[in-house]
């Protein structure tokens, strides 16, 4: 089994920053491309930043200058950056990784269960 867990949302003031962070663990062997989603209220679930595991990165237009996506492969964990918050940026923030078990040649996608993050104007 394989959990990914995230953690740093919150209520910030448009143009502050906050930073969320993603762990994954369980019986991993490797993880290719992770990845941050957001889901504004009402909306569609939206691709916020991808980084592969040779650290390739890659943001949605609106994000771009503004987040960072990084990753730590010892830890199993990806994280996300984000500066110069707006309040279009409200939203929950789901990661997602691509996942090779132990003992298994398929890759699985899992996805967190969300964190919250809202910028007040």
């Known amino acids: 089994q394989v959990q990914l867990v995230e953690s740093g949302g919150g209520l910030v003031q448009a143009g502050g920053s906050l930073r969320l962070s993603c762990a994954a663990s369980?019986?991993?062997?490797?993880?290719?491309?992770m990845a941050w989603y957001r889901q504004p209220p009402g909306q569609q679930r939206e691709l916020v930043a991808t980084i592969t595991s040779g650290g390739a990165t890659n943001y949605a237009d609106s994000v771009k200058g503004r987040f960072t996506i990084s990753r730590d492969n010892a830890k199993n964990t990806v994280y996300l950056q984000m500066n110069s918050l707006k309040p279009e940026d409200t939203a929950v923030y789901y990661c997602?990784?691509?996942?090779?078990?132990?003992?298994?040649?398929?890759?699985?996608?899992?996805w967190g269960q969300g964190t919250q993050v809202t910028v007040s104007s």
């Open positions: 997602d990784a691509d996942v090779r078990r132990l003992y298994t040649t398929n890759v699985v996608r899992y």
């Open positions: 369980g019986n991993i062997f490797s993880i290719n491309t």
